[in-house]
């Protein structure tokens, strides 16, 4: 990222389809170069959201600017061919007339490429997306994963000054989509560009983006980096859309020691899986055990709930068997879902204090979330956008 001003500004914006908002008042700002990903479940506004930025839905209040240009306002509208962005959509959309190469070639042309340094191009950009051999076909004689590796290329050959991506790879297997997003990569970073990402897939959007906006039902829940939106987020439906959780019960006397913010917060913490060891004080059974392949999922009934423990490799517990467990961090969070703080507010951090290990008395699970020592901003930059 860079010191630049916003590669886009959302201010008020609101969208509605018929007496439906879809968009409420929504206020959002994207820095030069930086990749945001817009998660949310379906149905939470993100598609809309993105059509409205490339210009294909006119506001119904609200400021859309890219760069330093109003796009859309109250007496404003750019068309959206002149917005100069690269929109990548949740279907791949292509002309039926056009074959493979020709597709990717119109946006060279448009920007005054001749025609054989804009086709000599795209057979380049193909090829690196493995679509070489499709370069004479029509869209009808593609399947789903091809068209929209066809759709993806069209949009990197527009050399725009912002990306839309939506779902990108929703139609990829695991291989081609860690191939799409290492040409998203390289282009976006040759370009300077920054970069919308809308997913409802956790682990993409921990994974591309410097920043995470969680969008429901058309409002910013919570915005932060990835780390901040994993380790704290601020109610128990944007912690189960951000990884997997196990919420374990703190309000009883009976587990006091789970701290005064763990009740504050209605008596109940958030433990990720990778927050378990599975050696400790903690006397728990194990319920069910799930080989994935490079890590096991144990769900371990422990006092104040269940949770979710993973383990590299082949299972090293059966169903059944006592195992102590230690929890190393939790987040005191609220137990029924609501808006939440204003976007872009972080909860104070917490791990688990110093009598997380130490024997569990009288069914009491020794946590202690009211300790904090997260230090949140130090947070790598690593990015496949």
Request: net charge neutral.
């Amino acid at each position: 990222m860079t010191n630049a001003g916003p590669a886009l500004r959302l201010s008020g914006l609101s969208v509605a389809y018929g007496e439906v908002n879809v968009l409420a008042a929504l206020d959002l700002e994207l820095g030069a170069g930086e990749v945001m990903a817009l998660l949310g479940s379906s149905g939470s506004g993100k598609t809309t959201l993105l059509h409205t930025v490339a210009g294909f839905i006119e506001p119904d209040s609200g400021v859309v600017t890219i760069g330093d240009r109003v796009v859309a306002g109250p007496g404003h509208w750019v068309a959206p061919e002149d917005r100069r962005v690269g929109l990548v959509f949740q279907g791949a959309a292509l002309w039926p007339h056009l074959s493979v190469l020709d597709t990717v070639a119109y946006p060279l042309r448009r920007r005054g490429t001749s025609k054989a340094v804009s086709r000599k191009e795209a057979g380049a950009l193909l090829e690196r997306l493995g679509l070489s051999l499709l370069a004479d076909r029509l869209p009808a004689q593609l399947s789903g994963g091809e068209q929209q590796r066809v759709g993806l290329a069209r949009a990197l050959a527009r050399d725009p000054a912002l990306f839309l991506f939506d779902e990108p790879t929703a139609h990829l297997d695991t291989h081609l989509r860690s191939v799409v997003l290492e040409e998203i990569a390289r282009r976006r970073e040759a370009l300077g560009a920054a970069a919308l990402y809308a997913t409802h897939n956790a682990a993409e959007a921990l994974a591309i983006a410097d920043r995470i906006a969680v969008l429901r039902r058309g409002q910013l829940v919570q915005v932060g980096t990835p780390q901040e939106l994993y380790e704290r987020p601020v109610d128990v439906e944007t912690a189960r859309l951000t990884g997997p959780a196990s919420f374990l019960d703190a309000s009883s006397p009976s587990r006091a020691g789970v701290g005064a913010a763990a009740g504050a917060a209605g008596g109940h913490v958030l433990v990720r899986p990778d927050w378990v060891r599975l050696e400790g004080d903690v006397q728990g059974v194990v319920e069910t055990v799930r080989y994935r392949g490079p890590h096991t999922d144990h769900v371990i009934s422990v006092p104040g709930g269940r949770l979710l423990a993973t383990s590299p490799g082949p299972p090293l517990l059966r169903a059944g068997e006592s195992v102590g467990v230690t929890v190393t961090q939790c987040w005191p969070i609220p137990v029924a879902p609501g808006p939440g703080p204003a976007a872009g507010a972080v909860p104070t951090p917490s791990r688990a204090g110093s009598r997380a290990g130490s024997p569990a008395e009288d069914g009491q699970l020794p946590l202690d979330c009211e300790k904090a020592d997260t230090d949140a901003s130090a947070v790598p930059v690593r990015r496949h956008l």
